[in-house]
């Protein structure tokens, strides 16, 4: 995330990041076999992947620095739910790891930078 100089930037930029993670994951889970084990693993995900961006823009209407770190470690939780979900798919064999390893990095990014925005206020 470079060009971040102040805080609205910041908030901007993960605002559109967590936005992007949650279409890429959408063709990740309509790239999935169309199988009874896929589909309850998918929707899994799909829940964890799409709860990062909407929780997200909850975190960014937060009215206190206490509400802020609830809604941020909701966010984390997601974002690291989506992972393990990822991991699932790759060792189950549903998809092939090379087909997941960009969106992995991506959520294990979201993780690190708003794990390190959260510690900012406690």
Not at 15 to 35: C, D, E, G, H, Y
Not at 45 to 65: D, W
Not at 96 to 115: C, H, Y
Request: hydrophobic share 40%; proline share 2%.
């Amino acid at each position: 995330m470079e060009n971040v100089n102040t805080k609205g930037d910041f908030a901007s930029a993960m605002r559109q990041k967590t936005k992007q993670f949650v279409l890429r994951s959408i063709k990740l889970f309509q790239a999935l076999p169309k199988n009874e084990q896929a589909r309850v693993i998918g929707n899994q995900f799909l829940r964890s992947s799409s709860s990062v961006g909407a929780n997200y823009r909850a975190v960014c209407r937060s009215r206190s620095q206490k509400e802020f770190y609830a809604k941020i470690s909701i966010t984390i939780e997601e974002a690291d739910e989506s992972l393990f979900w990822l991991e699932i798919i790759s060792e189950s064999g549903l998809l092939p790891t090379d087909k997941l390893k960009g969106l992995m990095l991506e959520a294990e990014e979201i993780v690190r930078i708003l794990s390190k925005a959260r510690k900012t206020i406690s």
